[in-house]
């Protein structure tokens, strides 16, 4: 049986003063969906609250995925929910991994982190690395306990530069930006204040060269749900009830109406189905942001729904 | 365990023999064990969906970056330059792969689909007016993919014809080295340069997939140097593999009459028509990968460096994993195949051909009240493909 991808905590760490690290597995041991620098997850937790996290791990193992979750004092709970509440052995939801930020390719990088904008930015400098791209990070943070992944980059040596606030005051920019170079990619993720600025320094350089993420609290729509949910088969009138442990796509074959699927992960596009109306609860790793608001279509495979009724073009 | 212990066979999966009805074969191989080695080439195979399945997935264990044929690029110049997509992995296989699927996916072939049906109605009515019997090969099969994909590419009109032998050779060129690679070496150099030429922003329309791929490339998001063999991959892979599918299709209704008349029934089955015939026909049969560490598999251990061939055709047909594996039916959902491939390397096309398929079946569904083969056709023969040379049909128009 199917059903949308739910992953194990299998472990929580802490990673400085204010961060923890979640490794998340599926509980039967299996393969993950693929993923490159830059991606991120939905996790959906307990308490119906979807967050996203840019995956810090390895993609060279195929079993776990990592984020580091940042204690968010002004949050909105979800963060607050990981702190506190979640524990290992705990499931959440997991929606993605979608990319908005990827690494594309060049010959010279430079990386500048914000806080926890680290974390989208580790698997690029290994990437990078691998490449044999030279590269530089400038890594800010408040101070340097608050400062995830330290020991984890120490290994790079002179490339990373570690720029907290309280011994250095605020990262250089006019130093690190003021000469363009068109071979340069510009990658920076992290609070708005920094991505702001960097913007503006990079004001000179070519166009394309810099690639934000920007972490910032996206509008919360309507939670997640874990009750089951209509969806109703336009073209044939049916009505099928998707409960929690099925996906749409089996409760629709169930039904009697095949919808050829190939991947069953969000990645491949084989199921997409017209959405005609309802809100669709996106897990796929397809389509970008305005597709999903657009709501017109899903993938079947992995994406639900956040109301109580979907109907569909079946 | 070791290669001694494991069950092996000095039969080549190449052979003419082999190429020309491959399923005695692969059904040996199925029922030998999870893991077969294959003497005549010192290679390991795998032919169950179990195994096939979990290493298409497996780009960590199995590289494709040693190549996807049998040559080994670890110890072996390629005859051309690696794809950036088939015969790589990430890193590198990312930002091309990344492009290349915006620009496929279903959403941004959307702006095609009205355009494919009306291109395939008129294609159906202009073959319609003439004789009952024709052979499929040419008239659609060949003729349907050659008229829409290459304005779709944004091609010039010039130099067509070489596409489908290109594939060939190169589809040829990842089994080894024999009569159907030397057959083909004469031309390779001339047709890998035409297909280069064309590969060029200047050769190029503006409104096309090659233009897309140029326009990823001022956007940074792939290197000029990339944007070249990027086009080159959707020139490689993008025409016979379409063409020997859509020849299936129509030889899997030709040869079950009771499953054209369900289609004329519900002519929205043409999507899981085609699929089903990718699963039955397999038009991709095998791909390789190699292994970059020792790795286990169902208890056998392959060394590091080895060559994997793994057989999609005979994992299409598997019986642990298909009810009545050589059935042609399109009451069977052939979701989970394996002929488009799966994982990180599934074929980033396969949007392309089925929506090419779905707009011909379509159009034949709706002037051909039947569809017969008439007699048994002749198979074309090549390392990789499992394809027509001539499929001889006669149709009844509605
Ligand atoms: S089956 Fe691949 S996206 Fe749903």
Known sequence: MERALELRVVEKAAASEGVVTLTLARPDGGRLPDWAPGA??????????????????????????????????????????????????????????????????????LFVAGGIGITPLLPMIRQADLLGADWTLVYGGRTRASMAFLAELEAYGERVHVVPQDEFGLIDLPRWLAEPDPATKVYCC?????????????????????????????????????????????RTGRTVTVTPDVSVLDAVGRAGVEVLSSCRQGTCGTCETDVLDGIPDHRDSILDDAERAAGDCMFVCVSRSLGDRLVLDL | MTTATIPATGIDPFSPEVLADPLPFQAWLRDAGSVVHLATHDVYAFARYEQVHAALVDWQGLQSAAGVGLSNFRFEKPWRPPSLLLEADPPRHDAPRRVLSGILGPRALRRLRERWFADAERLVDELLDGPDEFDAVPALAEAFPLRVFPDAVGLGPDGRENLLPYGNHLFNAFGPPNAL?????????????????????????????????????????????????????????????????????????????????????????????????????????????????????????????????????????????????????????PSGHVGFGMGLHQCVGQHVARLEAEALVTALAARVSSIEQVGDGERHLNNTLRAWASLPLRVHRA
Request: a negative charge.
């Open chain 1, 190 to 234: 992290g609070p708005g204040p920094l991505l702001d600025a960097v913007e503006r320094g990079c004001s000179g350089w070519p166009e394309h060269a810099l690639r934000t993420e920007r972490f910032v609290a996206r509008e919360q729509g309507a939670p997640a749900r874990s009750a089951p949910f209509d969806v109703e088969l336009a």
């Open chain 2, 181 to 333: 690679v030397e057959a083909g070496n004469g031309r390779a150099a001339e047709l890998a340069a035409w297909v280069g030429a064309q590969c060029t922003r200047d050769a190029l329309s503006g409104d096309g997939f090659g233009a897309a791929i140029w326009a990823a490339s001022d956007r940074g998001e792939i290197t000029p140097e990339q944007a070249p063999m990027i086009v080159r991959s959707l020139l490689s892979a993008g025409v016979d593999t379409t063409v020997h599918g859509i020849a299936a299709v129509l030889h899997a209704f030709a040869t079950h009459p009771e499953q054209w008349r369900r289609l004329r029934e519900r002519p929205d089955l043409a999507r899981v028509a085609f699929d089903e015939a990718v699963r039955w026909q397999s038009p991709v049969q095998t791909f390789f990968r190699t292994a970059t560490r020792d790795v286990e598999i169902g208890g056998t251990v392959i060394p590091d460096g080895s060559k994997i061939l793994m057989f999609l055709g005979a994992a299409n047909r598997d019986p642990r994993r298909w009810t009545e594996p050589d059935a042609f039916d399109l009451a069977r959902d």
């Open chain 1, 40 to 109: 991120h997850v939905d996790l959906i937790l307990p308490n119906g609250d979807t967050r996203q996290y840019s995956l810090c791990g390895d993609r060279w193992d195929a079993h776990t995925y990592r984020v580091g979750v940042l204690r968010e004092p002004a949050g909105r709970g979800g963060s607050a929910y990981v702190h506190d509440e979640l524990r290992p052995g705990d499931l959440v939801g997991v929606g993605g991994p979608r990319n908005n930020f990827p690494l594309v390719p060049g010959e010279r990088y």
